[in-house]
């Protein structure tokens, strides 16, 4: 699974520390979920995409081979 919260980010002009206290995670989840080295639970997809204001699956996606 792939996701977009680096650019979602960049658009919102928020750092991973802040996206972290908004959701209530430290900045290293957010580091390594951008990263693709950990895959978030769905609780924890769904506040990303609420805090982007956009649908879960523009913020993740799933490649080919997933």
Known sequence: ???NIRV???IKNVTQAELA????V???TI???ESNR???STVLAL???RVFEKPVEE???LEDND
Do not use: C, H
Request: no cysteine; hydrophobic share 45%; glycine share 4%.
């Open 1 to 3: 699974m792939k996701n």
């Open 8 to 10: 979602e980010r960049a």
């Open 21 to 24: 206290d908004l959701i209530g």
């Open 26 to 28: 430290s900045r290293q």
């Open 31 to 33: 580091n390594t979920i």
């Open 38 to 40: 950990y895959v978030p």
């Open 47 to 49: 506040k990303i995409a």
């Open 59 to 61: 913020v993740f996606f």
